[in-house]
């Protein structure tokens, strides 16, 4: 199968890659709009994932959107 096309470095894995632009992640922007939390419930994104993109958000001055509620 082929690799998505995204932004996001190799590092978080390719399932990661391929269920986050299913869901409609491909680039760092798009991720400021969802949380952390949110983003593991998709199937294939875990922790190590969720740290990698958050340092390359960082990076460009961005962050993940806040948790809403419990």
């Known amino acids: ?3 998505a096309e995204t932004e ?3 590092g978080i894995g390719k399932v990661a890659t391929r269920e986050l632009a ?3 992640y491909t680039r760092y ?3 400021t709009g969802v949380s952390a939390r ?3 419930r998709i199937h294939g994104v ?3 994932a969720i740290r990698i993109l958050g340092e ?3 990076g460009r001055g961005l962050a993940f959107a806040e948790d809403e509620g419990p």
């Open 1 to 3: 199968m082929e690799q």
């Open 8 to 10: 996001f470095p190799h």
């Open 22 to 24: 299913l869901n409609g």
């Open 29 to 31: 922007e798009q991720l």
């Open 38 to 40: 949110t983003l593991l």
């Open 46 to 48: 875990g922790p190590k």
């Open 56 to 58: 390359e958000l960082t």
